[in-house]
Structure formats: C-alpha cells, structure tokens
C-alpha cells in the first residue's frame, strides 16, 4: 500500500474540485516493479493505449492491495513516486492468470497486444514477484482483471 502524500493529496483535490467529488475515497498504486517500467505503462494510459490492467487476488487477499471495485477512483503514480493520472474502474473479473481473453491483453496495451505475449509477460512478472515474495507460481492463480477509463491526466491539473 501507498502512503498519500501531500503531492498526491493535492492532485486528488485538484480533480476533485474540478469534478464536484465529495470525499477523498481512493487508491493508490504503481505499476510494474521498477520505476522504468512504472512511467513506460504509466505513459501507456496517458497515450490513451492501456485500459485495464491485472494484479494477483492473493495481494488483495494479505493487504498488499485494495480489491478493485467498479466506480472507485485509483491514483496512478510514475516511477518516481509522483501522481500521473487518475482513473475509475469500470469493471472487475477475477478468474486464472491463464483464463486471460485476448480483447483484455489488447485493452491491457502492453507489448504487441497480443494474449500469448501478455501471458508471457505476466508470467515472467509475477514469477519474479514469487520469488521475492517467497511462493510457488502457477499460471492458474486467481487474479484480479481491471478495466478503467482516466478522468485526470496529470497535464489536466495544469491548466
């Protein structure tokens, strides 16, 4: 889990003002495991290429992260640890690593979009997570699929 930031707190509230939200109900999250690769995806969304994204229902399960739920806000930070854009979930399907669909590895917009590509990819992130971490991978593990639409770009808050 992230800490909310003053920088992050800013940019919540500039999008919030800005879109009549009330509260400060979000997450926060990175992606990727090297802050390299947190801006290339990060760029991705930005670029209007990547729209879903997917993470391992057992992170949700030990705290490590919060379970997507459709209408809930997400701030998306670079690779260096500063908001890039917000998003809202629009929808949620848990099911294997290996059930993934290839209209969901296209929406995902890594790579060259394809499902074979995208389960290659994925497999060699969350089996480097595994070994950090400690477990057995298998490519029937329970994951969480996400699908989004950005409502802040972080140029927004600029203007």
């Known amino acids: 889990m ?3 930031t003053p920088a992050i707190e800013s940019f919540w509230r500039a999008f919030a003002e800005a879109n009549g939200v009330d509260g400060d109900d979000y997450a926060i999250t990175s992606f990727g495991d090297t802050p390299a690769m947190q801006d290339e995806l990060a760029a991705l969304v930005l670029a209007g290429t990547k729209r879903a994204t997917a993470g391992l229902l057992r992170d949700v399960e030990t705290g490590a992260e919060a379970m997507a739920v459709v209408g809930d ?46 389960l290659r990819g994925h497999v060699s992130y969350f089996t480097r997570q595994a070994a950090r971490e400690g477990w057995t991978f298998d490519e029937r593990i329970e994951t969480v699929f996400e699908r989004f639409r950005v409502v ?7 203007q």
């Open 2 to 4: 992230f800490e909310r």
């Open 73 to 118: 806000y997400v701030v998306a930070l670079d690779g260096g640890g500063e908001p890039a854009l917000i998003w809202q979930t629009t929808g949620v399907e848990v099911k294997p690593l290996n059930e993934v669909t290839a209209r969901f590895a296209w929406d995902e917009g890594e790579g060259d979009r394809t499902r074979d590509d995208w």
């Open 152 to 158: 802040w770009p972080a140029h927004a808050s600029d």
